[in-house]
């Protein structure tokens, strides 16, 4: 009987046990997405769907190569709650779009004044306020609005009030109108024409050099790798621009007292917001339809701290909505419906949701009436993580509060599409050439950056042809790059590279061209088509200087001219004489694949491994060394060491050599990995490689001679170690002898993945409850039995 007993308590704690190790209650964090199709007719609507989704989710922070910025990153992108507020309060104030569907302009401008913001704080600079137009980009950026039918040649043929995209907002920037300050050109409220000439000879306050696109996911390892980027990026970069569906008036997927919005399934998205922070632990029960997760993204908005919507068009929404309601009770058009029944229907159902009467009717400068709803939290609101009207996130990497050269030569102004060149298979062994032909404006011009917008990750090589406009490579000249030898790694987005010293063009006709290398697509952005389907781009012209070469296997390129497209490589120059690229303000290159540095640089160890340290570890089957402590700093460092195996009378010594007869051996900072101590280590395996491993079994006393070579100088350390018999070591971690904090480490994990929440832990305790009872019932049972 007693081992019925046990057996039953077995059964029950297995039971349990299986519950929770195999998580059965825990939910995919995305949801099951479902592929809804985006419809068209969203010309009214404040914002404009990016065609092509090309991207990437990857961070700045995993492409450097130096581990002080991802620890820097990391450090701040791990918290459960961040916001930007708490950073630059200053540079994230909210700005109002008022009635003009300009949301696309001031989630743009508002990405960079907080980089410009963030960055000046990391380098411990004064606190500057940015305030830049965002009617000046959206003026800018029209093609038929403006008066007496005057015509912008580097605009689109748009009409007023159709909205826009953060593509066309770069177009505006980097075809030279670069951003200038608020005061120069206040925000009207209005799309109505204005005088073209009022957009010129305004100073420019603000130019974006790189940007950052990152993929919207499809699956829940993808929405993690996203969350992970987006948060980083925020740390480092500043805000990050992002499209959704904002729910309008009658759209209870809002919910203003919280200021939270979840879309439960995809729909289009029709405005932009600018994210600077987030919450893990935002309570979904502040939703109105819950989300399965606690999560939000805490979002700088364009509106104030009202959510207002046309009177005419909330009546057409309804009536559309319930037209055979309306029509049953005598209403047959939206016209029909009273504003005041309007409002108090509206209010009805936010009471029954809500316990709110909010919608109040108001009426306009403009004449015009509105429905509006005040927002609680003014113009700062809370998106779910899972909301799945969520996309086009992109952020800005790098920017400069001016303009930084002469002359600037291009082919096209917008992207408009994209191409995919190669077919074939095998791609990492072909490569693209882009090459455009330009005729400067003078004869004294040196040639000192390229931009380029950038699809598919790859390494980039630049090339000029300063002699003449021939895409021959024979003529083009490979350039070194600032800070990047001639290749540089880009990841999707736009990018500015620096050239190292300026190019003096010796004729007004030259030639420019990049490769692509080392690529798992080749996806190249494109202009002057009209791959859209819509009417903007029929005043466009094709250049027929833009040139394609495919690079075979054997490096032969087949190159032609194209009669279709025009590539997006632009050249700048500045006038011989001028010195306005020599800006050590500038971050140049090197800068693209930074990380966040909150210290200032006088602040930073010059010398990572003055406290080094060595263990060395071996087995039956397993010798490895491990250097740790290192305390890596801004700047890429080399490493070197080589190890001297002693006897105890210190009479005899030997080397350890590989293989090859090398004795020193080589690892750079980009090998380092993160201890828990927040230092960083480097293991180095010693196997079949070394020529001379029987000596380790005589020697005992070993010297490491550790060196740095960085910034032109070497640092050295001496480090004698022992070794370390890991096999007369039981029941111990053998990997937590590098650390003695490690020695007290205690695992908490539950399982893999997320720990149950407060419902379903509530279920584990029922179902726990409920087969204890079971037993004392059959305990009860027995007894009676016996």
């Not at 300050?181 to 000879?201: F, G, Q, T």
Request: glycine fraction near 6%; hydrophobic fraction near 35%; charge should be negative.
């Amino acid at each position: 009987m007693k081992f019925k007993k046990s057996l039953v308590s077995i059964i029950v704690c297995a039971f349990t046990f299986f519950l929770v190790s195999t998580n059965v209650f825990a939910v995919d964090v995305q949801n099951k997405l479902k592929d809804v199709p985006i419809t068209e007719g969203l010309l009214n609507e404040g914002y404009i769907p990016k065609k092509y989704y090309v991207d990437s989710f990857s961070s700045l922070a995993g492409s450097s190569n130096n581990p002080y910025y991802i620890e820097n990153v990391l450090q701040y992108a791990n918290l459960s709650k961040f916001s930007l507020r708490d950073i630059i309060p200053e540079n994230v104030v909210i700005r109002d779009q008022g009635k003009e569907n300009s949301c696309w302009a001031f989630s743009t401008i508002a990405c960079l004044e907080s980089n410009l913001a963030l960055k000046n704080k990391q380098k411990g600079k004064p606190t500057k306020v940015y305030d830049f137009s965002e009617q000046y980009m959206v003026s800018g950026s029209f093609y038929d609005n403006y008066l007496n039918g005057q015509i912008n040649k580097k605009g689109l043929n748009v009409k007023p009030y159709v909205g826009g995209n953060f593509e066309r907002a770069m177009g505006n920037v980097t075809s030279g109108n670069g951003v200038i300050d608020e005061s120069s050109y206040p925000y009207l409220n209005s799309e109505a024409p204005v005088d073209i000439n009022s957009l010129s000879n305004k100073k420019v306050t603000a130019d974006i050099l790189d940007t950052v696109m990152f993929e919207s996911p499809n699956n829940e390892e993808q929405f993690m790798k996203l969350k992970k980027a987006v948060k980083e990026h925020i740390v480092q970069n500043g805000g990050v621009y992002v499209a959704l569906r904002m729910p309008k008036i009658g759209d209870y997927k809002f919910n203003p007292v919280k200021g939270s919005v979840y879309n439960d399934v995809k729909a289009a998205q029709n405005h932009t917001v600018t994210i600077i922070g987030w919450d893990d632990n935002y309570p979904k029960e502040n939703f109105n339809f819950k989300p399965d997760n606690n999560g939000a993204w805490l979002v700088k908005n364009s509106y104030v701290a009202h959510l207002e919507q046309n009177v005419d068009e909330v009546k057409n929404e309804i009536y559309e909505f319930l037209k055979s309601y309306f029509n049953l009770n005598g209403i047959h058009s939206a016209n029909e419906i009273d504003d005041n029944y309007l409002i108090e229907a509206l209010n009805a159902e936010y009471k029954r949701q809500f316990n709110i009467e909010p919608v109040k009717l108001v009426q306009g400068k403009d004449g015009v009436k509105y429905a509006s709803i005040d927002i609680n939290t003014g113009g700062y609101l809370y998106i779910s993580y899972e909301d799945k009207t969520l996309s086009d996130y992109i952020g800005i990497t790098r920017a400069i509060e001016k303009k930084d050269y002469d002359n600037i030569y291009q082919n096209c102004y917008y992207v408009s599409g994209y191409r995919d060149y190669l077919t074939t298979n095998n791609k990492k062994t072909y490569g693209v050439l882009l090459g455009e032909q330009y005729e400067a404006n003078s004869n004294d011009e040196k040639l000192i950056k390229f931009s380029i917008r950038v699809l598919s990750e790859a390494d980039y090589e630049f090339y000029a042809n300063v002699n003449d406009n021939d895409v021959d490579m024979s003529k083009l000249l490979k350039l070194e790059l600032d800070n990047f030898s001639t290749k540089i790694h880009l990841k999707p987005g736009y990018h500015t590279i620096y050239l190292k010293e300026p190019l003096k063009l010796n004729s007004k006709k030259f030639a420019v061209a990049t490769k692509m290398l080392n690529a798992n697509s080749f996806d190249v952005a494109v202009g002057n088509t009209n791959d859209f389907n819509v009417d903007w781009f029929k005043y466009t012209k094709l250049s027929k200087n833009s040139y394609l070469g495919i690079i075979d296997e054997n490096e032969n390129i087949k190159l032609e001219r194209m009669n279709d497209v025009d590539f997006t490589l632009k050249a700048y120059t500045e006038k011989d004489g001028n010195v306005i690229s020599e800006d050590n303000d500038i971050d140049k290159n090197n800068s693209i694949n930074n990380g966040v540095n909150y210290k200032g640089e006088n602040d930073l160890k010059k010398n990572s491994i003055k406290s080094a340290e060595v263990k060395f570890y071996y087995n039956k089957n397993n010798k490895s060394i491990r250097i740790s402590n290192i305390n890596p700093y801004i700047g890429e460092s080399k490493y070197e060491f080589s190890i001297i195996m002693k006897d105890d009378t210190n009479d005899s010594n030997s080397v350890l050599i590989d293989k090859n007869g090398v004795n020193i051996f080589k690892f750079s900072s980009s090998d380092l990995k993160k201890d828990v101590n927040n230092t960083y280590y480097y293991d180095f395996s010693i196997g079949d490689n070394i020529k001379n491993l029987d000596d380790l079994k005589r020697y005992k006393l070993l010297n490491l001679n550790l060196k740095e070579y960085v910034d032109g100088n070497v640092n050295e350390r001496n480090i004698n170690f022992e070794l370390i018999n890991m096999d007369n070591i039981n029941n111990f971690d053998k990997s937590l002898l590098n650390d003695d904090s490690k020695k007290n480490f205690v695992d908490t994990t539950v399982v893999k993945g997320r720990l149950p929440q407060t419902g379903e832990s509530i279920l584990i305790l029922v179902i726990i409850s409920f087969l204890l009872i079971l037993c004392i019932i059959y305990k009860i049972y027995v007894s009676k039995i016996k």
